[in-house]
C-alpha cells in the first residue's frame, strides 16, 4: 500500500469517527442507512477498478467492495446527516417511549460506566447513550420523552431527553449538551 492508499485509510477514520458522532443525536431508519451507504457503495465498486489499483494494487472485488462500503459509505452518510442535523425544523415534537433494555458499556482506561438503554422509536430501535453520572437515574427509570426535531431529510434529530422515574413520576432533564458526542469509545 502507497501513501495514496494510507492517506485514504486516515480519511476513512475520520469520516467514520465524524459519523458515530453524528448518529447519536440521529434516528436513522435501516432502509436509509441501505439507501445512502451501501447501495452506492456497491454502484462506485463497478466503476473504480482503476482507482483501487493506484490506491492499494489490487483489483479484487471485494477488497474494492471494502474499501467503498467505508470511505463512500462512510463520506455519502456523513454528509446525509451533517445536512439533516444542520437545516431542522422550527417545530418541537414531544414523545414518550418505554425503555425496552438497559446496559452500560464503559472506556478502556476508566471504570466509569456508561448508561446505555434502548427504546422503540416508532419501528425505529434506538439506543441512546448518556454521560456515566447518569447512571443510577437510568437504572432507576423506565421511560423516557424525548423532545425532537425534524431533520431536513427527514430523520428526526434529539434535542432533548427526560428520563422518568414512574415510582415518583420524576423527571430529570438531559438537555442535547449533556449528550456527550465527541467520545473515545
Given at each position: 500500500?502507497?501513501?495514496?492508499?494510507?492517506?485514504?485509510?486516515?480519511?476513512?477514520?475520520?469520516?467514520?469517527?465524524?459519523?458515530?458522532?453524528?448518529?447519536?443525536?440521529?434516528?436513522?431508519?435501516?432502509?436509509?442507512?441501505?439507501?445512502?451507504?451501501?447501495?452506492?457503495?456497491?454502484?462506485?465498486?463497478?466503476?473504480?477498478?482503476?482507482l483501487?489499483?493506484h490506491?492499494?494494487?489490487?483489483?479484487?472485488?471485494?477488497?474494492?467492495?471494502?474499501?467503498?462500503?467505508?470511505?463512500?459509505?462512510?463520506?455519502?452518510?456523513?454528509?446525509?446527516?451533517?445536512?439533516?442535523?444542520?437545516?431542522?425544523?422550527?417545530?418541537?415534537?414531544?414523545?414518550?417511549?418505554?425503555?425496552?433494555?438497559?446496559?452500560?458499556?464503559?472506556?478502556?482506561?476508566?471504570?466509569?460506566?456508561?448508561?446505555?438503554?434502548?427504546?422503540?422509536?416508532?419501528?425505529?430501535?434506538?439506543?441512546?447513550?448518556?454521560?456515566?453520572?447518569?447512571?443510577?437515574s437510568?437504572?432507576?427509570a423506565?421511560?423516557?420523552?424525548?423532545?425532537?426535531?425534524n431533520?431536513k431529510?427527514?430523520?428526526?434529530?434529539?434535542?432533548?431527553?427526560?428520563?422518568?422515574?414512574?415510582?415518583?413520576?420524576?423527571?430529570?432533564?438531559?438537555?442535547?449538551s449533556?449528550?456527550?458526542?465527541?467520545?473515545?469509545n
Amino acid at each position: 500500500m502507497g501513501y495514496s492508499g494510507l492517506v485514504l485509510l486516515a480519511l476513512s477514520i475520520i469520516l467514520l469517527f465524524t459519523l458515530s458522532c453524528l448518529f447519536k443525536n440521529a434516528i436513522v431508519s435501516g432502509r436509509i442507512i441501505a439507501c445512502v451507504w451501501f447501495i452506492p457503495s456497491l454502484l462506485i465498486t463497478f466503476i473504480t477498478t482503476k482507482l483501487w489499483f493506484h490506491f492499494l494494487y489490487t483489483k479484487r472485488f471485494i477488497v474494492r467492495l471494502i474499501g467503498n462500503t467505508i470511505f463512500f459509505g462512510g463520506l455519502f452518510m456523513t454528509l446525509f446527516l451533517t445536512i439533516n442535523n444542520s437545516f431542522i425544523g422550527k417545530d418541537l415534537k414531544t414523545h414518550k417511549f418505554k425503555i425496552i433494555s438497559k446496559s452500560f458499556t464503559r472506556n478502556k482506561n476508566q471504570s466509569n460506566k456508561y448508561p446505555l438503554f434502548q427504546i422503540n422509536y416508532f419501528g425505529i430501535i434506538k439506543e441512546i447513550r448518556l454521560n456515566y453520572t447518569e447512571y443510577e437515574s437510568v437504572n432507576e427509570a423506565d421511560s423516557v420523552t424525548l423532545t425532537v426535531f425534524n431533520g431536513k431529510l427527514g430523520c428526526d434529530v434529539i434535542e432533548g431527553i427526560y428520563l422518568i422515574n414512574s415510582d415518583d413520576n420524576r423527571m430529570q432533564n438531559k438537555t442535547n449538551s449533556d449528550i456527550p458526542k465527541w467520545d473515545d469509545n
